[in-house]
């Protein structure tokens, strides 16, 4: 049960609770927030550049082994994120963020300024001739970097939702990625320029940016109403209570395993790529280090746009519907990119999985964030840590440390694999959703899009509650101003399945009948008087279904009042589900069904309260009693416009 202290820690984590804790409205004026930004943006610009020096100070251009030995680079840097995640959450929620930041910074730029020295002292074997013992060896640095990014890492994650408000969260993800991106896109082409010049430039490049990324840290202020509340148990009660905290909830538990297929595939297409380089693109070695710095500048560069155009879309988009899309986007594009000979296309897959990437890990992240309270943040950010570079170090584990004859050759078939359990994984898992939902999965899918489509195309908004029962049957009654009239509403009522009387003639059109009646949709005629479609309905809500009906039972032009008909009432009456009177505005009248649907409109809908008939339960259902009705519905209806 949650304590006083949750409920305060709770609160400071999403809206604050004062004004003076509340940050600035608007995201770019907020000084705590951009220098978090451009310290994330250093840091990254630096961290491609001490890759790529090792690459060129072990030759691996000569020596036979070039997806094992980029394999194994990964692997060394990630393995503290898995067994030290843990830690560095829990200390990300005992101890001041900013402090873990600034002192991972310092200690990571000492190591790398510290890497040339090693490297002298202990490798005597280079190029074709280099052992096992001098790679092993020449690459223990990269734990140390790990390791310190390791505590860096759910610091910042859980530093993030503090420094800015709840509803500017995806878009300063958005942002901190796209800069970041931008920075790694850079550190791929500056660090395959440097490297063929000397691999020392790459590691004294690279401290700097840590140094610069710490003092930006230091500068952070953190809203007073909004610092976390901070664990008064014992250390090891602290990590349990994490742990127990992720292990009840089952939503953090599909996001952490999510999360954790992107890193394990980012790890496979990683070390493949300086193979397929050198291999497939008939390059020599010095072109071939900076077009290994090229592709990967490319994936850094898809990674861009996918957060460029999550910023611009925001919240319109549902985070299942880009999972969906992100993941076969992302596994189609893996296929391509394993079987095409040319480096434009190359480049071309190459930025699709970065866009789809990107757009998949910054939908995860804004969900944990925005979900999980400050109080568990550091700790959930490090229990995901230690699930996602598990999938990691499980791919790169794979390619790196035991030995497979003839890998580099296997590349094409190892990047398909990956691309069709992608493909897989986001079917499989829009299907578990679509079962839960009590839908099918194209009808799932089809009222994804149409959400997304309403809510960017149609800018339409919700005024108020959707007051639409979780369960049970419902006739849901509103105005009839546009064609898009059935799209707003689905896009704006509970995840149910809503079944539409909708006009004979529109029916029957070809390309639309299978979908209406996939959808469960009730042809009739527009007089109110079918007694066959009367029937169906009732049967509808009977069975436990929601029901869209436009009592006016056609379109209402500008300017035009028309009252309604006599069907509504006969189907309240005999099944006594309840009324939910919904008033539609905003939409652009036009008599072209096709110019309709593609034209701009600024809707509103507007949910009202059931409405009560019981006074007419006992009376005759005769037209009087039809048209009392009627007019009741009609008139709550326009009541919810402000036109009652």
Known sequence: MASTQDKQSRLAGCAGGSDRADPPGN?????????????????????????????????????????????????????????FGWLAGTVADRLPRRAVMITADLARAAILLALPAWLAAHITTTGADLDQRDLYVALMPLMGLGLFATFFS????????????????????????????????????????????????????????????????????????????????????????????????????????????????????????????????????????????????????????????????????????????????????LIAFAWAERRGVGVAMGILVGFNGAMLLISVNTMLQRIVPNRWRGRVFGITDMATIAGLLAATGLL?????????????????????????????????????????????????VNEFYARWWYRVQRDGPCTVPAEGPAIIAANHTSYVDPMLLYATCRLRLISFLVAREYYNLPGIHAMLAGLKCIPTARTGQDLAATREAIRHLQEGLLLGVFPQGRIERPGETIGAIGGIAMLAMRTRAPVIPVHISGTRFSESLLWTLIRRHRARVRYGQPIDLSAYYDRPLDREVRREIGDLILGRIRELGGHG
Request: net charge positive; glycine share 12%; hydrophobic share 50%.
């Open 27 to 83: 995201l770019f004026r907020n000084g705590s927030f951009i220098l978090l930004w451009c310290a994330y943006g250093g840091s990254a610009f630096g961290d491609h550049l001490s890759e790529l020096g090792l690459m060129r100070a072990l030759e691996i251009e000569q020596s036979t082994h070039q997806v094992q030995t980029q394999a194994l680079m990964m692997f060394m840097f990630f393995v503290p994120f898995f067994a």
């Open 154 to 333: 759910p610091a910042r994650q859980a530093l993030l939702p503090v420094l800015v408000r709840d509803d500017q969260l995806v878009r300063a993800n958005s942002a901190i990625s796209g800069l970041g991106t931008i920075g790694a896109m850079l550190s791929n082409l500056v660090g395959g320029v440097l490297a063929a010049i000397s691999p020392m430039l790459n590691f004294m490049t690279n401290a700097a940016t840590f140094v610069i990324s710490a003092i930006f840290v230091a500068g952070i202020r953190v809203p007073k109403g909004r610092m976390v509340h901070r664990p008064a148990e014992p250390f090891v009660a602290t990590v349990l209570d994490g742990v127990r905290y992720v292990g009840t909830h089952r939503r953090v538990q599909e996001l952490i395993l999510l999360a954790s297929l992107f890193w394990a595939g980012a790890g496979i297409f990683t070390s493949t790529l300086p193979s397929v380089v050198f291999s497939r693109y008939g390059l020599d070695h010095e072109q071939g280090y900076v077009w290994v710095g090229y592709m990967r500048g490319t994936l850094a560069g898809g990674m861009l746009l996918g957060a460029i155009a999550l910023t611009a879309l925001g919240e319109r988009v549902r985070a299942e519907l880009v999972n969906l899309v992100a993941l076969v986007g992302a596994g189609l594009s």
């Open 400 to 448: 790196g440390l035991w030995p497979i004859p003839g890998l580099d050759r296997l590349v094409p078939e190892i990047l398909t694999a990956l691309g069709v359990a992608m493909i897989a994984t986001g079917i499989g898992m829009h299907m578990t959703l679509s079962r839960r939902a009590n839908l099918r999965g194209w009808q799932l899918l089809l009222w994804r």
